[in-house]
C-alpha cells in the first residue's frame, strides 16, 4: 500500500545518469542506461575495468546488429551516451547516481560520502548492493531522503526486474524518480522494505547455503548443476550461478546475510565458496571459480 502510493507521487525526470563502478553490474547498467536513451557517466578506479565496461556494452550492442536489430548508427549513439571517467567532473549535473561498487560497506560508505559532495543539491544517489542494509549506507549521506537502492540483477541486459530499497528516510519523490527511471530503462521494478538481502536475495542466498552444505557432505558440484539444469529445468545450477555472479561478491553477501540473520544465516564452516574465494577463484571474471573458463 505504502510502497505503491509513493511509487505513484510525484517523480523528478531522469535526463543524465552516473553509474559508480565499471564491473559486472557497473557496466551493465550503463549499456542499459544509454541504450534506452539516458546518457550516462560510468566511473572507476581503474582504467583497465572502463575498458571492460566499454567493450562489453559494444560486444551486446554488435550482437543486436548482427541479428538485424539494431543498425550501425544507432549502435554509435548509444556508446556515445555513455561517458567512461576516472573523476567525478562530467556528474555535477546529473539526476540520478547508481553506486555499484565492491560489495563492501566500509569501501560503499566512503564512495557515497564522496559522491554526494561532487553532486547537485537535488541529485538522487542510490546503491546497487546485493544485501547491504540501505539504512545502513544511508548512515553515509546527508541527504537522506534522496537515498535509496536500486538493485539490479545479472546479466542487466536480460534480467527484468529491479527491487528499489525505501529506506527509513527515503522520500515518496525519490521512490517515484528511481521507480521511473527503472521503467525508462525497460526494467520492471518493484519496491521493497529494507532489510539484508530485501526480497530476491532473502530467497537466493539461502539456497547457495543449501548448496554448500551439500558439497561438504560430499556431493560433486558438477553433478548438483546437472540436476537442477537437465532435470529441474532451471536455466543454470548453483555451481554456475556463483560463477556468473562472481565467488568474491557471493563471499562478502554471505558475510553481510550471516551478520543480518546470524541464526538462519549463520556461516558455514569450510565453505567451499569462502574456500575459493581464498584462492582467488572469482569466477567468470577472471577466468576461474568453480569451473575454469578458457
Ligand atoms: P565487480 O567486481 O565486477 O566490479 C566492481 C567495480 O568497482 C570494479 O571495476 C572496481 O574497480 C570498482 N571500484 C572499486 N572501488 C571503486 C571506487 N571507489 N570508485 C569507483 N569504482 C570502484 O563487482 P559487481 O559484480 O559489478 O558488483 C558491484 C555491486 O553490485 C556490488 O555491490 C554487488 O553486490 C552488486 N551486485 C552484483 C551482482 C552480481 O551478480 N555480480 C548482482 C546484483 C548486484
Redesign the pocket.
Given at each position: 500500500g505504502k510502497a505503491k502510493k509513493a511509487a505513484k507521487s510525484a517523480q523528478k525526470q531522469v535526463n543524465k545518469a552516473a553509474v559508480?563502478?565499471?564491473?559486472?553490474?557497473?557496466g551493465g547498467i550503463a549499456y542499459q542506461s544509454a541504450y534506452k536513451g539516458t546518457p550516462i557517466v560510468m566511473?572507476?578506479?581503474?582504467d583497465d575495468?572502463l575498458d571492460l565496461g566499454l567493450t562489453t556494452a559494444a560486444g551486446i550492442l554488435t550482437k543486436l546488429v548482427e541479428r538485424g536489430r539494431l543498425n550501425a548508427k544507432k549502435m554509435a549513439g548509444v556508446l556515445n551516451n555513455i561517458t567512461p571517467s576516472l573523476s567525478y567532473d562530467s556528474m555535477k549535473d546529473t539526476d540520478i547516481v547508481v553506486e555499484?561498487?565492491?560489495?563492501n560497506p566500509k569501501?560503499k560508505g566512503i564512495?557515497l560520502a564522496e559522491v554526494e559532495g561532487q553532486v547537485a543539491e537535488d541529485t538522487i544517489i542510490t546503491s546497487?548492493?546485493?544485501?547491504i542494509s540501505i539504512d545502513l549506507l544511508a548512515e553515509s549521506v546527508s541527504r537522506k531522503d534522496k537515498f535509496c537502492g536500486m538493485?539490479?540483477?545479472?546479466p542487466v541486459h536480460k534480467m527484468p526486474l529491479v527491487e528499489v530499497i525505501r529506506g527509513k528516510d527515503t522520500s515518496d519523490e525519490t521512490v517515484a524518480t528511481v521507480v521511473a527511471y527503472a521503467a525508462k530503462m525497460g526494467k520492471s521494478p518493484i519496491v521493497v522494505n529494507d532489510c539484508p538481502g530485501f526480497y530476491v536475495n532473502r530467497v537466493l542466498f539461502p539456497y547457495f547455503a543449501g548448496f554448500s552444505q551439500l558439497v561438504l557432505e560430499g556431493a560433486d558440484f558438477t553433478a548438483v548443476d546437472k540436476v537442477m539444469e537437465k532435470q529441474f529445468g532451471w536455466p543454470m545450477g548453483p555451481a554456475y550461478l556463483l560463477d556468473?555472479?562472481?565467488i568474491?561478491?557471493a563471499d562478502?553477501?554471505t558475510g553481510v546475510m550471516s551478520a543480518g540473520f546470524p541464526t538462519r544465516m549463520a556461516k558455514i564452516d569450510n565453505d567451499p565458496v569462502t574456500k575459493l574465494y581464498g584462492d582467488e577463484r572469482y569466477g567468470q571474471?577472471n577466468g576461474k571459480g568453480f569451473y575454469d573458463y578458457g
Open positions: 559508480l563502478g565499471a564491473g559486472i553490474m557497473g566511473k572507476d578506479i581503474n575495468a555499484a561498487v565492491v560489495e569501501v564512495v546497487n548492493t546485493s544485501t538493485h539490479f540483477f545479472n556468473v555472479v562472481g568474491d561478491t562478502h553477501c571474471k
